[in-house]
Every structure is written in C-alpha cells, then in structure tokens.
C-alpha cells in the first residue's frame, strides 16, 4: 500500500480526540505492511477510534462499517472500546446457568385459599382468556386474576429444577392494584392474592435447596396512583402526597398543579413519575433499612431493574452500593432495549457497565438477532449483531446477559416466529389471531428448537419465559401473560428443553467460554465456545439445502449430541439441521 505513516484516533466520549503514531512493524508478503500500536486507557469510559493513514493516493481512513469490520470510507462510524474498571466483578451463580421468568399470577396456584380478595379485582377460573376488550370490565383489561401464588412456585421447584434453571425471576411481587403488579401499592409488603413475607422467605428457602435462586423486579421509576405513597383515591391511610402537601412523600412526586396534575410515566395517570434523586426517596429504597436490603435479608439473590433508562445515575449509583453492601454475590439486571454499553438516554450517555451500577441487563438486541435469524435466515446479520455485543461488552457482562427470546412485553417466541406480524394491529385482531393453526404450530415448534438451541449455547445466561417451553402462544399484552396450560403441555418441546439444560450443565465452556465465529452464510451459522477445558460447536443449518462447513479436524473425534459428526474437518448439516459437537483439550 505504501503507507509512511499511520496514527491511531482515539476520543474518549465527550472529549477531545487525541493522535498517537503507529510504529511500522514488517511486511506480510509483497503488498500488506504491519504497524502497531500498545494504547492503555487510564480510566474508565467508553472510548470511540479510528485509523488515518498517509498512502500516495493521500489521506485514508480505516473506520467502522457498522458491524465492527474495517473500512476504508471516511463516512463510516468509529470502532467502539469499552473501558471498565478494573476491579469490577460480576456475580459468578448466574454464569452457566438457566433463567426461568415467571409472572406470578399465571405460573401455578397453590390452592391456598384467597381471602379478603380486594375490591375490584376479579378472579378467573384458570386457563380462560386473559381479559383484554376495555368493555370487559371496567374499561381496563388488567384486573383479572387466575390464582398463582408463590406457594404454588414452591410446590413447582422439582418442576422448573428438571430444565436445568438455576435463577427464578419474578415478575412484581409487592402489594399492586393491577395483576401485572407494576403499580406498586406497597413496595414493603406480599401482595395479598400471592401470599405473605413469610411465603416468600420459604420460596426462596426452598429454592435454594433446590440449587435455584430468586431475583425481584424493582419498580423504581413510578409507584402506582393508588397507593399508601400517593394515596389519589384515598383508600389508605391519610398520609399520601395527595393528603398533604406536609405528607413524608409529597416530595417524592412531580405535581405540576396539585393535587390533579402530575408527571407520570408515559403520561398513564395511574403511575404517577418518582423524583428518584430526592433524598428521602434514595433512603427509603437503598438505605440501611430500606426496600433493596429487606427483600435481600428476605432471602433474595438481586433485583431486576424496571425501565432502567429512567433510572438517574445517582440512584443507580446508591442502589449498587446498598445491594452490594448487604450481599456481593446479588446481582443488579437492568432493563434496557438497546446496547446497553453505548446506551444514550434523556440527554446523556449512560455508565450502566463500567463498574458502578449495573452487573447485566435484559439482551434485547440478542433476542432480535436470533429471533430474525430464525424467521428471516440472514446468517450474516446474525453473526454481526451477535459479534457486535461479544465485542462491546465486558466479558464479566457478557457472560451474565440475560439471554432472553421472549418476555412478559413481547409476544410469546412461538407465535412470533410461526404466526402472523402484529405491529400495528389492535387488540382485536391479535385475540383472533393468538392461536396458531395446526400446521403453524409445528412449524413454529421447529422453529423454537432451533432459537432455544442458538439462546443456550452463545455467551450469556439463556431465559426461559414460563410456557415457552411446553409451547405457549401469545400475542401481545395481556396475550402473552396466560396461565401456565398444566397437563397439557407439548412434551416434545419439553423434552427439548430439559436436554438443553443437561447440555449446558454438562460442559463448562458455557461458563465464560470464548466466543469464536467459524461459518456465517446461505443461513447457516456456526461458532464455538472455547473455555479452559473443553471446547464445544455449534451449528444452525436454516436453508432448505444441506450444507457442509469445514470446522477442522480437531472435531473429528468428538463427542456428538446429534447424529451428524466432523469427518475430516467437514461437518454436514441436514436442512434446517442442527450440530453440537464437545471435545476436551
């Protein structure tokens, strides 16, 4: 090329951009030239780089085409390092692991009686249809209730222990006027309709005989309108910040015009917006006695943090501080759409993974590539959006991501892949449409095999949405949030799942095992983990051809999980087949 000079670029985000020259390092055959560079950054941060280089054609540049891959296009974006620090570490009882989600009201009824059922809730008799037409009941749609509580949790430990999960996540637990529970009501008591305090010591008591621990959804960003904090209807005690301007939690609200007129999040008048930053608001949440440390003292292993985004960093900066006190192991996941790494929100670029705040968060952009892949079958988009979080994120994050395809906001994984596009289309459309024919069901269960297998073997910690397992459908809200169908699950899907599990606990490369890409192209994809023991392959054939890969020959005497084996470094898959191979050192 006859480059005389080559500078490395680099600018810390929102400062200055700093040049430093490359040292010429060789040749590698007669055209391309070495230059190299040792760059140390000396705090924490995102950084963001480019190369420039002096040829005799003039000045090019070497900058980031979008997935990470060079290019000389001065248009181009910049490479991306993220700089944490260096003593940040990352709960280790999730890495390797198994996430199940489990949204309390639909997952198991114990049978406990339900007494004193509050005024305006109404109880279902399991597996109906979720409300969802406005004029049901009231013109709101989410104040049915089918009975799950959390003894019935505990009575389905053996259940959920059987796929391998080692972390439960529940969705909103805390006293709430709606059965999604993200209005809180009373963020220092059970719900009553889910059970007590003391239900809640022996579910996690129990679960952790069982090898399970149990992450809490923290509500931070609003609490409900109807509750003991804010008191809009007056069915508490007189000492909401609707009472009284003197009341202890008149600060915590935003009132444009009091009492009526209040910010509120995404302008829901039933959850009204918390002033996060108020003093006795961080106290009562993070403090010594407060919200984050009784739930933990309680018998929970961290908290997942709701809408994360709306989360200042000040109270993400106390909250870490406060779980970390009380139990290092906790984990703190937040609830973030994008790349979390980059993420800028209200104004400003956030410090989620540098080390102060966050140890994971909720991997949407890995939902998406993985759930394209499937359903669309670009191979190469999936590799780059795959590589792109492997690359941005810390490893002692990458390996804690919770790994989901689908959650309590999303349709159900099955129904996105097999069923029909709901973007756009009400409520009554998607009720028509929920349930899949006959013939989209199996193709959809195929289809889920194939998502389930790419979600638990790369980097992170795989979520199973309670039912996608045993082939729950659902469109959106309240679609996607139906009772658990119990005997009458799809025992193939299930069975798929559960060998899933005992692939995973079975090799260790799925701890913190290297990511490294082999094949991506005509929809098939193909990688390894590489841990310090074993190494194990993976690889999606979802073209309607069989293809053969060259892996390398140091798979030909592997341990196969499937029928197909590498014979001579080559590795056949059928259409829409699957390979996993494992090998020790």
Same mark, same amino acid.
């Given at each position: 090329?006859?480059?005389?000079?080559?500078?490395?670029?680099?600018?810390?985000?929102?400062?200055?951009?700093?040049?430093?020259?490359?040292?010429?390092?060789?040749?590698?055959?007669?055209?391309?030239?070495?230059?190299?560079?040792?760059?140390? =950054?000396?705090?924490?941060?995102?950084?963001?780089?480019?190369?420039?280089?002096?040829?005799?054609?003039?000045?090019?540049?070497?900058?980031?085409?979008?997935?990470?891959?060079?290019?000389?296009?001065?248009?181009?974006?910049?490479?991306?390092?993220?700089?944490?620090?260096?003593?940040?570490?990352?709960?280790?009882?999730?890495?390797?692991?198994?996430?199940?989600?489990?949204?309390?009201?639909?997952?198991?009824?114990?049978?406990?009686?339900?007494?004193?059922?509050?005024?305006?809730?109404?109880?279902?008799?399991?597996?109906?249809?979720?409300?969802?037409?406005?004029?049901?009941?009231?013109?709101?749609?989410?104040?049915?209730?089918?009975?799950?509580?959390?003894?019935?949790?505990?009575?389905?430990?053996?259940?959920?222990?059987?796929?391998?999960?080692?972390?439960?996540?529940?969705?909103?637990?805390?006293?709430?006027?709606?059965?999604?529970?993200?209005?809180?009501?009373?963020?220092?008591?059970?719900?009553?309709?889910?059970?007590?305090?003391?239900?809640?010591?022996?579910?996690? =008591?129990?679960?952790?005989?069982?090898?399970?621990?149990?992450?809490?959804?923290?509500?931070?960003?609003?609490?409900?309108?109807?509750?003991?904090?804010?008191?809009?209807?007056?069915?508490?005690?007189?000492?909401?910040?609707?009472?009284?301007?003197?009341?202890?939690?008149?600060?915590?609200?935003?009132?444009?015009?009091?009492?009526?007129?209040?910010?509120?999040?995404?302008?829901?008048?039933?959850?009204?917006?918390?002033?996060?930053?108020?003093?006795?608001?961080?106290?009562?949440?993070?403090?010594?006695?407060?919200?984050?440390?009784?739930?933990?003292?309680?018998?929970?292993?961290?908290?997942?943090?709701?809408?994360?985004?709306?989360?200042?960093?000040?109270?993400?900066?106390?909250?870490?501080?406060?779980?970390?006190?009380?139990?290092?192991?906790?984990?703190?996941?937040?609830?973030?759409?994008?790349?979390?790494?980059?993420?800028?929100?209200?104004?400003?670029?956030?410090?989620?993974?540098?080390?102060?705040?966050?140890?994971?968060?909720?991997?949407?952009?890995?939902?998406?590539?993985?759930?394209?892949?499937?359903?669309?079958?670009? =191979?190469?988009?999936?590799?780059?959006?795959?590589?792109?979080?492997?690359?941005?994120?810390?490893?002692?994050?990458?390996?804690?991501?919770?790994?989901?395809?689908?959650?309590?906001?999303?349709?159900?994984?099955?129904?996105?892949?097999?069923? $029909?596009?709901?973007?756009?289309?009400?409520?009554?459309?998607?009720?028509?449409?929920?349930?899949?024919?006959?013939?989209?069901?199996?193709?959809?269960?195929?289809?889920?095999?194939?998502?389930?297998?790419?979600?638990?073997?790369?980097?992170?910690?795989?979520?199973?949405?309670?039912?996608?397992?045993?082939?729950?459908?659902?469109?959106?809200?309240?679609?996607?949030?139906?009772?658990?169908?119990?005997?009458? $699950?799809?025992?193939?899907?299930?069975?798929?799942?559960?060998?899933?599990?005992?692939?995973?606990?079975?090799?260790?490369?799925?701890?913190?095992?290297?990511?490294?890409?082999?094949?991506?192209?005509?929809?098939?994809? =193909?990688?390894?983990?590489?841990?310090?023991?074993?190494?194990?392959?993976?690889?999606?054939?979802?073209?309607?051809?069989?293809?053969?890969?060259?892996?390398?020959?140091?798979?030909?005497?592997?341990?196969?999980?499937?029928?197909?084996?590498?014979?001579?470094?080559?590795?056949?898959?059928?259409?829409?087949?699957?390979?996993?191979?494992?090998?020790?050192?």
């Amino acid at each position: 090329m006859g480059c005389s000079c080559a500078k490395l670029a680099v600018c810390k985000d929102g400062e200055t951009t700093v040049y430093y020259n490359m040292f010429w390092a060789g040749m590698c055959g007669n055209e391309h030239e070495y230059w190299q560079l040792h760059f140390y =950054a000396t705090t924490s941060g995102l950084y963001f780089y480019h190369f420039e280089l002096e040829t005799p054609w003039g000045k090019t540049y070497i900058k980031n085409s979008g997935n990470g891959i060079g290019d000389f296009n001065a248009a181009c974006g910049e490479f991306q390092q993220t700089v944490y620090d260096k003593s940040f570490k990352t709960p280790d009882f999730l890495k390797g692991g198994i996430i199940y989600q489990i949204f309390p009201d639909r997952f198991y009824c114990s049978g406990t009686e339900k007494k004193a059922v509050p005024q305006g809730r109404v109880m279902r008799k399991w597996g109906e249809e979720p409300y969802w037409n406005q004029e049901q009941f009231g013109s709101v749609w989410n104040n049915d209730y089918f009975g799950g509580d959390l003894k019935g949790i505990e009575q389905k430990l053996p259940y959920i222990k059987s796929l391998g999960v080692s972390c439960i996540y529940l969705n909103p637990v805390f006293a709430a006027n709606s059965n999604h529970r993200y209005d809180t009501a009373d963020y220092e008591k059970i719900d009553s309709l889910l059970g007590t305090e003391q239900d809640f010591k022996s579910l996690c =008591a129990a679960a952790k005989q069982c090898g399970i621990s149990i992450v809490l959804d923290g509500v931070f960003s609003h609490t409900g309108c109807d509750s003991k904090y804010f008191n809009l209807f007056g069915h508490y005690p007189p000492n909401g910040a609707c009472d009284s301007v003197n009341s202890p939690y008149y600060s915590w609200y935003k009132f444009k015009h009091y009492p009526d007129d209040y910010e509120s999040w995404w302008g829901i008048k039933l959850l009204p917006e918390v002033h996060e930053e108020n003093p006795s608001y961080r106290e009562y949440i993070c403090g010594e006695n407060g919200i984050l440390r009784k739930w933990l003292r309680c018998g929970a292993s961290g908290w997942r943090l709701d809408v994360a985004d709306e989360l200042p960093d000040i109270f993400l900066d106390d909250l870490r501080t406060a779980v970390k006190a009380e139990n290092p192991d906790a984990v703190i996941i937040g609830e973030v759409w994008e790349d979390a790494t980059n993420k800028f929100a209200y104004g400003k670029r956030r410090r989620y993974l540098l080390g102060e705040q966050l140890d994971s968060v909720m991997n949407y952009p890995f939902a998406d590539a993985v759930l394209n892949f499937v359903k669309y079958g670009s =191979a190469e988009a999936f590799e780059n959006s795959v590589m792109s979080v492997a690359e941005n994120y810390p490893p002692c994050v990458l390996h804690e991501l919770m790994n989901h395809i689908g959650t309590h906001d999303t349709m159900r994984a099955i129904t996105f892949l097999a069923g $029909e596009n709901a973007e756009g289309k009400d409520r009554a459309w998607q009720e028509k449409n929920n349930i899949l024919p006959a013939e989209k069901f199996e193709k959809g269960i195929e289809m889920l095999k194939m998502a389930s297998f790419l979600q638990f073997t790369l980097p992170g910690v795989p979520s199973i949405y309670y039912g996608d397992e045993v082939g729950m459908q659902g469109m959106k809200d309240p679609f996607n949030r139906a009772c658990y169908p119990w005997g009458k $699950e799809n025992k193939s899907l299930y069975s798929w799942y559960k060998r899933l599990g005992e692939i995973r606990r079975g090799c260790s490369a799925f701890v913190q095992g290297e990511l490294v890409p082999v094949y991506a192209a005509a929809g098939t994809v =193909a990688y390894e983990r590489r841990g310090s023991e074993n190494a194990v392959l993976a690889a999606v054939n979802n073209s309607e051809s069989a293809v053969e890969i060259f892996v390398g020959t140091e798979w030909d005497n592997s341990y196969s999980f499937f029928d197909n084996a590498s014979v001579g470094g080559k590795l056949v898959l059928e259409p829409k087949g699957m390979a996993f191979l494992s090998r020790l050192y």
